[in-house]
Structures are given as C-alpha cells and as structure tokens.
C-alpha cells in the first residue's frame, strides 16, 4: 500500500494548484484519503476528507470555498485543487489512506498509510 502525493510548486497569491495522490497496491474504492498539511513551524493540520461513502468533509475553516477534492477511480488518483491561494496556505502537503469512511473529527493515527508529502509555495 502506497501513497505518492505530488503537483506542488511556486505560484502567486491568488493563484491554483491541483495536487495529486497515486494509490498502488490497493483500490481507492473502499478507501477514505485524508488530506493534511504542515506549514513552516506548524504542526500538521487535517484539512479535509474524502472517501467513497460520503464525499468530502472539511475540517479547516480556513479551505472551505476554496479546496475540493475529487477522486479518478480509473486512475487510482485523488485530486486536491486548491484555489484563491494565499501565502498562509504555503505548507507541505501530505495525503493519508485507509480503509473505510472519513472520520468525525480528523487525526493521523486514523490514516495507516502515508505520502512523502509534495512542497506548496504561495508568493505574496
């Protein structure tokens, strides 16, 4: 089971991203993906949540509006695009999996697998 998260870059305030999370070695159809991301000096935050059975569910206030997360089930692939960017949105960004719906309220010991994380950059 793996995760490979990537699609991050420099880009201006204002501007969009769409990341991008690979799953091998198991199918995303029974699966919730968890995004989080850890900005310079920050602990990792849960941002939002996404799975088969019920959608997406947000838990930062701060993303509402602006992220959405959509799912290529062919493509074994989650997608995490990220608009209005702003430089408080400069973080690493992880996707986490595991089997099932997304949780009530997110934590990483909820998700077993990991990516490597992929570098977001906002310039104000």
């Known amino acids: 089971v793996q995760l490979q998260a990537s699609g991050g870059g420099l880009v201006q305030a204002g501007g969009s991203l769409r990341l991008s999370c690979a799953a091998s070695g198991f199918t995303l159809d029974h699966y919730a993906i968890g995004w989080f991301r850890q900005a310079p000096g920050k602990e990792r935050e849960g941002v939002l949540c996404i799975s088969s059975r019920g959608g997406t569910t947000y838990f930062a206030d701060s993303v509402k509006g602006r992220f959405t997360s959509s799912s290529a089930n062919a493509k074994n692939t989650v997608y995490l695009q990220i608009n209005s960017l702003k430089p408080e949105d400069t973080a690493v960004y992880y996707c986490?999996?595991?089997?099932?719906?997304?949780?009530?309220?997110?934590?990483?010991?909820?998700?077993?697998?990991w990516g490597q994380g992929t570098l977001v950059t906002v310039s104000s």
């Open positions: 986490a999996g595991d089997i099932g719906g997304c949780p009530l309220v997110i934590y990483e010991e909820y998700f077993g697998s």
